[in-house]
């Protein structure tokens, strides 16, 4: 079967032995799109290859397009202001007047899981970004330098891969006391060592291609062989793990403010509102239900894009 | 063989001591005397000096350190600061619980994600793959304490058939088991699949059929037996962060397992427990990873045979 | 009739797929003589492969058997069930195919590998089995056979693989052999090997062999008869030195030309021009016309069919209609 995927590679084998023959096109198989995920195309051709294939990726960026401009439109779009009490409306069942009812003190819970949307966001986004700059800039390091560098760092991500994360972004919070601020801190602490795996990885094989060898033989500062030919032959990897680790990040934060170590009141965390309304959960279920469902949604349309993206940016890292 | 596992266990000892000193170094740099947290502001600093010194607080931290690892390699993980318990003691009470819920979780959702990884992976782009595979995304995407949430009050408080909380019987533990392990079949279910499709492209498959193997033979002998290798591992991992994994569940259901002491520890500033618990579950975890690695290269004839 | 152990008649072979059908086998008959071994020669994609996994009955959605006939023994097997199909296979048919390195279960031992074909088609305990394993070890000449019965595929060289897939094919004794390009992963020497690996079997077990190849010093050295396959039909077919001697279609020449040859000094193989047409796009006359040297008006416009040029050698050329090149 390989054989009929892999024409060119066939005709090559071919022409070493005995009789020579052209196979340009292999006729069977045609539904193989190998031919269209071609290794010269750039991450824009796969990602209009993504747009054209997988309908499910495309309407899941929709949806988070639509959530990051529900957040920052937030005090145009909601209703009510997220904070204002109103003790006679506490509980109300969703209405026309509270699309998703309200909470224990009366606030109304849409304009509530509209500003959550901006804490689960930038948790998602920012400490992300942050913890993958360090695991590239560490991971980067430790392939292209090797020996004492890569031992040490890499022995530091072991470490930091033993803790289970929650766990190990539960020591940090009591370190640090509770606070949005500081979950920033420690998600970004915390999450840098598997991206540096990676990226550690795939320099270990781009430092062995031969136009880096060129680069080096010319007497290119490493410097600059690291950040200008490594490192962009990392980002489709990177863009796949960075869309992949936004879900884990947002799922972070809400349980640990579920747990009550993470967001503290009267922030308007999904995960705080849930363990708000826990205790509504069988009189009025719409209470903790609602932050869940929105937690969800955001986690798997992030979830659903990131599949889709690494089907065509990076086949390899599947396994993952 | 057994010259690797050895070198393989020499492995995770510098991780695991890096373990140890990260926690340690990581709870002591919180600003302020824990004595003072302890005890309140209104105290004299005679009694403070007092308690640091029973405490062991007063002396360099290397030495509390090196205190620290000799007690803890003798099974002593300190005294709790507000239950003035034997740290070592609370948790053997509480791990009983975590075990229990953490395998019961860890069977179910190996069984179901390897049984709907196959059936999808036979069914490829059917409409029952779909179907599996959408609901594991929808596993993989949903919050813990939110399964556990509409478990509770699905099964528990609409239908009646299981307790809504506790923890004594198995009962009791099967909708808390549930939500742990809903998490990982959708992980597994996903890596099931795709291994599997993956091998019954191979050329071996093709051998398997032409020398007279049924398709289901094929599957089950030659198809199964390779793609699960790497999911041995997955499921090893998956245990892990059960273990973990248990804190939320056991905060929804009231059950008094290892992560529900973590998170008292955290709440009422417990430095010694949240040091005993963390510590206890991260070695297990480690220990697990250990086996699992063992495991797939007993299981991998070509990892085996490598020196 | 009962000297044949296959016979396919005018089998059609499509695969169904998005973009259009394509028949990858179109109206192919092909006979296979007991204790004989036949070859079949062509460029890739030219329905060589197709034509055997139809008659081992492996091919896979989207590709189907349209019509036509495959006796084995003179019992047709076409319409037969998916399990009756399995139990022919490894027993009655069996077959091996081009990458000795991909083609073995990586994490089972090899002798377990053949041992498993012995138990799926007769019953014999595993001591039983497990004796016969090492006696087909050793007739394909694997060295150490009882020492290799407990080895992993990846402990092998390609040249033992290649020989334990022959002993797992061989094993239960089967009618019919089929090779596909058994030897274009090997080296030289291991090919020469194999190949005469095959014509021992033949002799000691009269089985019958099909052998696959695209190469066509393989072909003279160790085939009795042999057809010459493109886009899916027979070109050419006839006995093996009738062909070299007598070689009539224009296609059959070009891959004997662009052997290189020792004895003459030429700055440039010989290449057949233009490449294998796409399935779905085929000419409207001759399949090969596009390339063809010799092509005419005529072949543009209409498809030859097979002419007999002499007694059991036939060619799809306008060239041969009237018999004799």
Same mark, same amino acid.
């Given at each position: 079967?390989?054989?009929?995927?892999?024409?060119?590679?066939?005709?090559?084998?071919?022409?070493?032995?005995?009789?020579?023959?052209?196979?340009?096109?292999?006729?069977?198989?045609?539904?193989?799109?190998?031919?269209?995920?071609?290794?010269?195309?750039?991450?824009?051709?796969?990602?209009?290859?993504?747009?054209?294939?997988?309908?499910?990726?495309?309407?899941?960026?929709?949806?988070?397009?639509?959530?990051?401009?529900?957040?920052?439109?937030?005090?145009?779009?909601?209703?009510?202001?997220?904070?204002?009490?109103?003790?006679?409306?506490?509980?109300?069942?969703?209405?026309?007047?509270?699309?998703?009812?309200?909470?224990?003190?009366?606030?109304?819970?849409?304009? =509530?899981?509209?500003?959550?949307?901006?804490?689960? #966001?930038?948790?998602?986004?920012?400490?992300?970004?942050?913890?993958?700059?360090?695991?590239?800039?560490?991971?980067?390091?430790?392939?292209?330098?090797?020996?004492?560098?890569?031992?040490?760092?890499? =022995?530091?991500?072991? %470490?930091?891969?033993?803790?289970?994360?929650?766990?190990?972004?539960?020591?940090?919070?009591?370190?640090?006391?509770?606070?949005?601020?500081?979950?920033?801190?420690?998600?970004?602490?915390?999450? +840098?060592?598997?991206?540096?795996?990676?990226?550690?990885?795939?320099?270990?094989?781009?430092?062995?291609?031969?136009?880096?060898?060129?680069?080096?033989?010319?007497?290119?500062?490493?410097?600059?062989?690291?950040?200008?030919?490594?490192?962009?032959?990392?980002?489709?990897?990177?863009?796949?793990?960075?869309?992949?680790?936004?879900?884990?990040?947002?799922?972070?934060?809400?349980?640990?403010?579920?747990?009550?170590?993470?967001?503290?009141?009267?922030?308007?965390?999904?995960? @705080?509102?849930?363990?708000?309304?826990?205790?509504?959960?069988?009189?009025?279920?719409?209470?903790?239900?609602?932050?869940?469902?929105?937690?969800?949604?955001?986690?798997?349309?992030?979830?659903?894009?990131?599949?889709?993206?690494?089907?065509?940016?990076?086949?390899?890292?599947?396994?993952? | 063989?057994?010259?690797?596992?050895?070198?393989?266990?020499?492995?995770?000892?510098?991780?695991?001591?890096?373990?140890?000193?990260?926690?340690?170094?990581? @709870?002591?740099?919180?600003?302020?005397?824990?004595?003072?947290?302890? @005890?309140?502001?209104?105290?004299?600093?005679?009694?403070?000096?007092? @308690?640091?010194?029973?405490?062991?607080?007063?002396?360099?931290?290397?030495?509390?350190?090196?205190?620290?690892? +000799?007690?803890?390699?003798?099974?002593?993980?300190?005294?709790?600061?507000?239950?003035?318990?034997?740290?070592?003691?609370?948790?053997?009470?509480?791990?009983?619980?975590?075990?229990?819920?953490?395998?019961?979780?860890?069977?179910?959702? +190996?069984?179901? &994600?390897?049984?709907?990884?196959?059936?999808?992976?036979?069914?490829?782009?059917?409409?029952?793959?779909?179907?599996?595979?959408?609901?594991?995304?929808?596993?993989?995407?949903?919050?813990?304490?939110?399964?556990?949430?509409?478990?509770?009050?699905?099964?528990?408080?609409?239908?009646?058939?299981?307790?809504?909380?506790?923890?004594?019987?198995?009962?009791?533990?099967?909708?808390?088991?549930?939500?742990?392990? +809903?998490?990982?079949?959708?992980?597994?279910?996903?890596?099931?699949?795709?291994?599997?499709?993956?091998?019954?492209?191979?050329?071996?498959?093709?051998?398997?059929?032409?020398?007279? =193997?049924?398709?289901? &033979?094929?599957?089950?002998?030659?198809?199964?037996?390779?793609?699960? #290798?790497?999911?041995?591992?997955?499921?090893? %991992?998956?245990?892990?962060?059960?273990?973990?994994?248990?804190?939320?569940?056991?905060?929804?259901?009231?059950?008094?397992?290892?992560?529900?002491?973590?998170?008292?520890?955290?709440?009422?500033?417990?430095?010694?427990?949240?040091?005993?618990?963390?510590?206890?579950?991260?070695?297990?975890?480690?220990?697990?990873?250990?086996?699992?690695?063992? #495991?797939?290269?007993?299981?991998?004839?070509?990892?085996?045979?490598?020196? | 009739?009962?000297?044949?152990?296959?016979?396919?008649?005018?089998?059609?072979?499509?695969?169904?797929?998005?973009?259009?059908?394509?028949?990858?086998?179109?109206?192919?008959?092909?006979?296979?003589?007991?204790?004989?071994?036949?070859?079949?020669?062509?460029?890739?994609? $030219?329905?060589?492969?197709?034509?055997?996994?139809?008659?081992?009955?492996?091919? =896979?959605?989207?590709?189907?058997?349209?019509?036509?006939?495959?006796?084995?023994?003179?019992?047709?097997?076409?319409?037969?069930?998916?399990?009756?199909?399995?139990?022919?296979?490894?027993?009655?048919?069996?077959?091996?195919?081009?990458?000795?390195?991909?083609?073995?279960?990586?994490?089972?031992?090899?002798?377990?590998?053949?041992?498993?074909?012995?138990?799926?088609?007769?019953?014999?305990?595993?001591?039983?089995?497990?004796?016969?394993?090492?006696?087909?070890?050793?007739?394909?000449?694997?060295?150490?056979?009882?020492?290799?019965?407990?080895?992993?595929?990846?402990? #092998?060289?390609?040249?033992?693989?290649?020989?334990?897939?022959?002993?797992?094919?061989?094993?239960?004794?089967?009618?019919?052999?089929?090779?596909?390009?058994?030897?274009?992963?090997?080296?030289?020497?291991?090919?020469?090997?194999?190949?005469?690996?095959?014509?021992?079997?033949?002799?000691?077990?009269?089985?019958? %062999?099909?052998?696959?190849?695209?190469?066509?010093?393989?072909?003279?050295?160790?085939?009795?008869?042999?057809?010459?396959?493109?886009?899916?039909?027979?070109?050419?077919?006839?006995?093996?030195?009738?062909?070299?001697?007598?070689? $009539?279609?224009?296609?059959?020449?070009?891959?004997?030309?662009?052997?290189?040859?020792?004895?003459?000094?030429?700055?440039?193989?010989?290449?057949?021009?233009?490449?294998?047409?796409?399935?779905?796009?085929?000419?409207?006359? $001759?399949?090969? $016309?596009?390339?063809?040297?010799?092509?005419?008006?005529?072949?543009?416009?209409?498809?030859?069919?097979?002419?007999?040029?002499?007694?059991?050698?036939?060619?799809?050329?306008?060239?041969?209609?009237?018999?004799?090149?």
């Amino acid at each position: 079967m390989k054989a009929y995927e892999n024409p060119s590679l066939e005709s090559e084998k071919i022409s070493g032995g005995q009789a020579v023959y052209i196979d340009q096109q292999s006729p069977f198989y045609p539904e193989d799109n190998s031919a269209d995920i071609g290794e010269s195309d750039t991450i824009l051709d796969k990602i209009l290859l993504l747009v054209r294939q997988n309908k499910l990726a495309v309407f899941s960026a929709l949806v988070i397009l639509i959530i990051i401009l529900l957040a920052v439109f937030a005090p145009v779009v909601a209703p009510y202001d997220p904070a204002a009490q109103s003790l006679r409306d506490r509980l109300a069942a969703p209405s026309a007047e509270h699309w998703f009812g309200t909470d224990k003190l009366g606030r109304d819970i849409f304009s =509530r899981t509209l500003y959550g949307a901006r804490v689960s #966001l930038a948790i998602g986004l920012l400490p992300t970004l942050i913890s993958m700059v360090i695991g590239t800039v560490l991971g980067l390091f430790a392939g292209y330098y090797g020996g004492k560098t890569d031992f040490v760092i890499m =022995r530091l991500a072991d %470490i930091m891969l033993a803790f289970p994360s929650l766990l190990l972004a539960m020591v940090v919070m009591y370190t640090l006391g509770g606070g949005i601020v500081n979950i920033f801190i420690a998600l970004s602490l915390v999450n +840098w060592a598997s991206t540096a795996r990676v990226v550690r990885a795939q320099t270990l094989s781009l430092k062995e291609a031969e136009y880096v060898e060129a680069a080096r033989s010319m007497g290119v500062k490493k410097t600059t062989i690291i950040f200008r030919h490594i490192l962009p032959n990392c980002l489709p990897s990177l863009i796949v793990l960075f869309t992949l680790n936004i879900p884990s990040a947002i799922l972070s934060e809400s349980s640990l403010s579920f747990l009550g170590v993470g967001a503290q009141p009267p922030s308007s965390s999904w995960g @705080l509102a849930v363990t708000e309304g826990r205790r509504y959960l069988f009189s009025e279920p719409w209470v903790p239900l609602v932050p869940s469902a929105a937690i969800m949604i955001l986690v798997m349309a992030f979830n659903f894009l990131g599949d889709g993206l690494r089907d065509v940016l990076d086949p390899y890292l599947k396994e993952q | 063989m057994l010259k690797k596992i050895l070198k393989r266990v020499l492995i995770s000892i510098p991780v695991l001591i890096g373990v140890v000193l990260l926690i340690f170094i990581m @709870l002591r740099i919180v600003p302020g005397n824990p004595v003072v947290t302890l @005890l309140g502001e209104h105290v004299n600093q005679q009694t403070i000096d007092k @308690l640091s010194a029973e405490m062991g607080l007063d002396q360099p931290i290397v030495v509390q350190f090196f205190k620290y690892i +000799w007690n803890a390699l003798h099974g002593d993980f300190g005294t709790s600061y507000r239950m003035n318990r034997s740290v070592t003691q609370m948790i053997m009470d509480a791990f009983p619980y975590t075990v229990k819920l953490s395998l019961l979780a860890a069977l179910i959702s +190996w069984t179901i &994600g390897v049984v709907a990884g196959v059936i999808a992976a036979i069914r490829q782009n059917k409409l029952l793959d779909r179907l599996f595979m959408g609901t594991a995304l929808l596993g993989v995407s949903m919050p813990i304490f939110m399964a556990a949430l509409l478990l509770q009050y699905v099964f528990a408080y609409k239908l009646e058939l299981f307790p809504i909380s506790g923890y004594e019987g198995f009962a009791a533990l099967i909708l808390p088991a549930i939500a742990l392990g +809903w998490n990982s079949a959708g992980s597994i279910a996903r890596m099931t699949r795709s291994n599997l499709v993956e091998v019954m492209q191979d050329d071996f498959i093709r051998t398997a059929r032409a020398k007279g =193997r049924t398709e289901s &033979g094929v599957i089950i002998f030659h198809g199964l037996k390779n793609a699960l #290798l790497p999911v041995v591992t997955m499921m090893a %991992i998956q245990l892990s962060s059960m273990l973990s994994g248990a804190v939320l569940t056991e905060s929804v259901f009231g059950i008094p397992g290892i992560g529900r002491l973590a998170v008292n520890a955290i709440e009422d500033r417990d430095m010694p427990l949240l040091q005993g618990t963390v510590l206890f579950t991260t070695v297990l975890i480690i220990i697990g990873n250990l086996v699992a690695d063992i #495991l797939y290269s007993v299981l991998d004839p070509r990892i085996r045979e490598v020196k | 009739m009962s000297e044949n152990v296959l016979e396919i008649k005018h089998l059609k072979t499509q695969f169904f797929t998005r973009k259009g059908v394509l028949p990858a086998v179109d109206d192919v008959s092909i006979e296979i003589p007991a204790g004989k071994i036949v070859g079949i020669v062509g460029e890739s994609g $030219c329905g060589k492969s197709m034509t055997a996994m139809s008659v081992m009955g492996l091919l =896979r959605h989207p590709g189907r058997v349209v019509s036509g006939e495959i006796l084995l023994c003179g019992r047709d097997i076409t319409h037969l069930k998916p399990r009756e199909l399995a139990k022919l296979r490894g027993k009655e048919m069996s077959m091996i195919f081009q990458e000795p390195m991909t083609s073995l279960n990586p994490v089972t031992t090899v002798g377990k590998q053949v041992e498993e074909t012995i138990l799926l088609h007769e019953s014999c305990s595993r001591e039983e089995a497990k004796k016969r394993v090492i006696q087909i070890f050793n007739e394909v000449g694997i060295p150490e056979a009882e020492k290799r019965f407990d080895s992993y595929p990846h402990q #092998l060289s390609g040249g033992l693989r290649q020989r334990v897939m022959i002993a797992m094919a061989m094993v239960c004794r089967p009618k019919l052999l089929i090779a596909d390009e058994p030897t274009t992963a090997l080296d030289v020497t291991i090919e020469a090997q194999i190949l005469e690996l095959f014509k021992r079997l033949r002799d000691e077990t009269g089985t019958s %062999i099909i052998l696959i190849t695209h190469n066509m010093g393989v072909v003279a050295e160790v085939c009795d008869y042999v057809y010459v396959m493109y886009t899916g039909q027979v070109m050419e077919q006839a006995e093996t030195f009738e062909l070299f001697a007598n070689t $009539c279609h224009p296609y059959t020449k070009g891959l004997l030309r662009s052997i290189p040859k020792l004895s003459e000094k030429v700055d440039r193989l010989y290449t057949i021009r233009g490449v294998v047409p796409n399935l779905l796009h085929l000419p409207e006359g $001759c399949n090969f $016309c596009t390339r063809c040297d010799e092509c005419q008006k005529r072949c543009l416009k209409e498809q030859p069919e097979l002419y007999e040029v002499k007694e059991g050698h036939k060619v799809r050329c306008f060239l041969c209609e009237k018999g004799g090149a």
